[in-house]
C-alpha cells in the first residue's frame, strides 16, 4: 500500500523533526505556565517579525532579489487592517484583505521592476517603498500624519470574533495541509486511487473542521469564560493569533521553497541567465516570489497595528523596518528560512533587553550597532548557515575518526 | 498658483542644493564604480562632518579651518573604517551594505550621545545675510555654496585626470582586476578612494551646517537623496553624479517652493522613471 508507507514516512519526516516539535508544544504551552505578560507581548511581537522576515527570506534568500522595499508590504498590511477595523470589520476578514493588498502590492513592484536586476533591483524597490511613504506622510486624512492614526482593538473576546478567529484558523490548517498534499496528488506517478483518496481525505477532513470546530471552539471559550478556570485574556489570545499564522506561514513557505517553483526560484538566484536559457521566464517567477512575499509581510503588518495600537507612516512604512529585516537575515542566515526568524528572535529579544541592563543599557542602540557589525564581520554567513557548515565538518571529521579506528582496528585483528 | 518672482530664488537654492549634493553623491558615486560597494553609510560620514564642523567652528571660530579641519576627519575616518573592517567583506556585496547600514546606525547613535538630539548651527562671519540685486534678495551663503561646489567639482575632476591615483581610480573603474595585473596596488587605492570620498562627504556636510544645520536624523535623509541622485545620474561615474546632482537639486528646490508636498515623491518619481527608462542612469554606460 502506498499510502500507509507515505503515512510512514510522513510520521518519520516529524519523528525526525523532534527539537522543532518540542519548541512549538513549548510555545503553546507557554502562556498557560506562565503569568508573566511581559513575555506573552514580547513573544508576541517577536513572531511578527519573524513572520515578516521568512517573507523576505523568499525574496533575498531564495529568489536572490535584494528587495529594499518589504516595509511597503508592511505598511500597507498594517494600514489596511487599521482602515477596515475602524470601520467595524471584523479582524480575520481584514487579514484576509490585507493579504490581498500585499499580493496587488508585490505584483505591482515586481512590474515596476521588470527591467532591472541585482543592485538596481533594489534601488527601484526602495524607490517604490520611498514614493509610498512619502505620499502615506503627506495624504493626512489618509494616514494621519506624523502623529499617525490609532488603531482599535478588535474585542478578542467577543464570540463573533472567536468564531471567525476558529474559522480562520481552520481554514488556514486546511490551506497547509492541502499544500502539504498537493504536490503528491498532482505526482503522475502515483496510481489514480491514491490521488483519489487523497482528495477524499482532504475534503472530507476540511468540511468535517470547518463545521465542526468553530461552534465546538466557541462553546469551549465560553465555558472557560464562564467557569474562568482559565483566565482567557487579550494578551493570551494575541499570542496564539500571532503564534499561528506564523507557524501555518512556515509550513506554507516550507512548501513553496521545496516545491518546483521553489527550485526555479533558487536557480533564478543562482544564475539568471542560465534559467533563462532553460526555458523558464524569469520575470514571471520573480513576479510570483515578489507576489508571495507581500502576502506574508502583509499579513505580519496586518497582525502588528492592532499590537501596537498606534501606527504612523514612520513606524510601518519607514525604511527602518527594511534595514532592520535585512539586518535579521543576515544575522539568522540568507535562505534557510528558519535562519532569519531566529534572527528576528534574537534581535526584537536583545533591543527590549538591553535597555534595561546597568552601564551599557544607556546606549543599547549603539551596543547594538556593535553587536551588528560583530556578526557581520565574524559570520558573514548568518548563524544557521554557520551552525551547518561547521556543523557538517564536525560531523564529517568524526565518521573519518571513526572509519580510520575500525580499519585500524580490523588491520590489528587480522 | 507659481509666484514668478519665486522662480530665481528657487533656482539659486536649487544650484546651492545641488552643490551639497554633488559634495555627497560624487563620493557615494566613486565609490560604487571602483569598488562595487553601495555605501550606505555616506549619509553617515555627511553627518559626522557636519558635528565635527560644528564643535570645531566653536572653538576655533575660523570657517577655512573648520573646512579643512572636517575634510581631513571625514578621510581618516572613511579611511580607517575601510581599512579595518571594510577590505575584509570584498566579494560579498549584501555584507558590504549591511556593515555600512551598522555604520550608519552606530554613528547616528553616536551623535546622539556626544551632541544631543537637538539641532545645531554655526554662522561663519561675513558669509551671513543677502544682498539685493535687481529687487532680488540674493543669500549671502547660498551663493558662495555655488562658488564652493564648482571650485570643488572642478578639482576633483582634475585630480581625477591629472594625477596618478586619479588615473588608477578611472583604470580601476573600468576593470580593477587588469590594473592589479599592471602591478599597481589597487587595494591601497581602494582604501584612499574610499576615503577620499568621505572626505568629500564630510567637507559637504561642513559647509550644508550653516544653510540646513545638523540633526540627528541627516545621515538617513542624506543618505536617501544621494542614492536619487546617483542613479538618476548613473551609477559609478563623476560625469553622472554632477548632472545629477544639478537635475535633483534644482527639481527638489522648486517643487519645495511650489509644491512642498510632492517633494520627495517627485524625487523618488524621477528615479523611478530613470531607472524604468534608462537603468544604467542618463551618463551611465550601458553594459
Given amino acids: ?414 | 498658483m507659481i509666484d514668478p518672482s519665486l522662480i530665481i530664488p528657487a533656482l539659486i537654492d536649487g544650484l546651492a542644493f545641488a552643490m551639497l549634493l554633488f559634495l555627497i553623491a560624487s563620493g557615494f558615486s566613486i565609490i560604487f564604480g571602483l569598488m562595487g560597494i553601495l555605501n550606505f553609510g555616506h549619509g553617515a560620514f555627511f553627518m559626522m562632518g557636519a558635528y565635527f564642523a560644528v564643535t570645531l567652528f566653536e572653538y576655533s571660530n575660523n570657517f577655512a579651518i573648520t573646512l579643512v579641519g572636517a575634510s581631513l576627519f571625514g578621510l581618516g575616518l572613511g579611511v580607517a573604517v575601510h581599512y579595518l573592517t571594510l577590505r575584509r567583506m570584498e566579494g560579498n556585496p549584501i555584507a558590504q551594505i549591511m556593515l555600512t547600514l551598522g555604520y550608519l546606525l552606530i554613528f547616528s547613535e553616536l551623535v546622539l550621545i556626544v551632541w544631543g538630539r537637538v539641532s545645531r548651527i554655526f554662522y561663519p562671519v561675513g558669509l551671513i545675510g543677502s544682498i539685493t540685486v535687481m529687487a532680488i534678495q540674493v543669500p549671502i551663503y547660498r551663493t558662495f555654496l555655488i562658488f564652493f561646489g564648482l571650485v570643488i567639482a572642478a578639482s576633483t575632476y582634475l585630480f581625477l585626470t591629472r594625477t596618478r591615483l586619479g588615473t588608477i581610480v578611472r583604470a580601476g573603474t573600468e576593470d580593477a582586476g587588469m590594473v592589479e595585473a599592471l602591478g599597481i596596488n589597487v587595494k591601497r587605492a581602494f582604501t584612499l578612494t574610499f576615503g577620499l570620498g568621505t572626505a568629500l562627504a564630510a567637507l559637504g556636510g561642513a559647509v550644508a551646517v550653516p544653510w540646513v544645520a545638523a540633526t540627528p536624523d541627516m545621515g538617513t535623509n542624506w543618505l536617501f537623496i544621494s542614492l536619487v541622485v546617483t542613479v538618476v545620474g548613473g551609477l559609478g561615474t563623476f560625469k553622472g553624479a554632477f548632472y545629477g546632482s544639478l537635475l535633483i537639486g534644482i527639481l527638489h528646490q522648486l517643487s519645495e517652493y511650489f509644491f512642498p508636498q510632492l517633494t520627495f515623491v517627485i524625487d523618488f518619481a524621477t528615479m523611478m522613471i530613470v531607472l524604468l527608462i534608462r537603468p544604467e542612469g542618463l551618463f551611465g554606460e550601458r553594459k
Fill in chain 1, 1 to 414: 500500500m502506498k499510502g500507509s508507507l507515505d503515512i510512514r514516512r510522513f510520521l518519520e519526516d516529524l519523528s525526525r523533526k523532534k527539537i522543532a516539535l518540542v519548541i512549538l508544544a513549548a510555545f503553546l504551552v507557554f502562556p498557560f505556565v506562565t503569568p508573566s505578560r511581559y513575555y506573552m507581548f514580547l513573544l508576541a511581537e517577536m513572531f511578527i517579525w519573524a513572520l515578516l522576515a521568512g517573507s523576505y527570506d523568499l525574496v533575498l534568500g531564495y529568489t536572490g532579489l535584494v528587495s529594499f522595499g518589504q516595509a511597503a508590504f508592511f505598511g500597507i498590511g498594517a494600514y489596511v487592517s487599521a482602515w477596515l477595523l475602524a470601520m467595524n470589520i471584523s479582524f480575520v476578514p481584514a487579514l484576509f484583505v490585507a493579504m490581498l493588498f500585499g499580493a496587488a502590492l508585490g505584483l505591482a513592484m515586481g512590474v515596476f521592476s521588470r527591467r532591472v536586476s541585482g543592485i538596481y533591483y533594489a534601488l527601484v524597490t526602495l524607490a517604490f517603498a520611498e514614493v509610498l511613504f512619502s505620499i502615506f506622510t503627506k495624504w493626512v486624512q489618509l494616514s494621519g500624519g506624523e502623529t499617525g492614526i490609532s488603531v482599535t482593538r478588535p474585542d478578542f473576546l467577543s464570540s463573533e470574533f472567536l468564531v471567525y478567529f476558529a474559522l480562520g484558523v481552520s481554514v488556514a490548517v486546511v490551506v497547509t495541509l492541502s499544500i502539504l498534499v498537493v504536490h503528491d496528488l498532482v505526482k503522475k506517478e502515483k496510481p489514480v486511487r491514491t490521488r483519489v483518496l487523497y482528495s477524499a481525505l482532504i475534503i472530507a477532513f476540511s468540511a468535517a473542521l470547518i463545521y465542526f470546530v468553530p461552534s465546538r471552539l466557541y462553546a469551549i471559550m465560553e465555558g472557560s469564560l464562564r467557569e474562568s478556570r482559565i483566565t482567557v485574556t487579550t494578551m493570551n489570545i494575541y499570542y496564539f493569533l500571532t503564534l499561528i499564522p506564523l507557524v501555518v506561514c512556515y509550513f506554507v513557505m516550507k512548501k513553496i521553497v521545496s516545491s518546483p517553483v521553489g527550485r526555479i526560484f533558487v536557480a533564478v538566484r543562482e544564475n539568471e541567465e542560465r534559467a533563462k536559457m532553460l526555458g523558464y521566464d524569469v520575470f514571471r517567477y520573480r513576479l510570483i516570489s515578489s507576489a508571495i512575499s507581500g502576502v506574508f509581510a502583509a499579513l505580519a503588518g496586518a497582525l502588528y497595528a492592532p499590537y501596537i495600537l498606534s501606527i504612523n507612516p514612520n513606524s510601518v512604512l519607514g525604511v527602518t523596518i527594511t534595514l532592520n529585516v535585512l539586518i535579521y537575515s543576515i544575522l539568522g542566515g540568507l535562505g534557510t528560512l528558519i535562519g532569519p526568524m531566529i534572527g528576528a528572535g534574537i534581535i526584537t529579544l536583545l533591543a527590549n533587553e538591553l535597555p534595561s541592563i546597568p552601564y551599557i543599557g544607556q546606549y543599547w542602540m549603539l551596543t547594538l550597532g556593535t553587536f551588528y557589525l560583530l556578526v557581520i564581520l565574524f559570520l558573514p554567513y548568518g548563524i544557521v548557515n554557520t551552525w551547518r557548515l561547521k556543523g557538517a565538518t564536525t560531523k564529517k571529521r568524526l565518521w573519518r575518526a571513526i572509519t580510520t579506528a575500525k580499519a585500524v582496528l580490523r588491520k590489528e585483528s587480522s
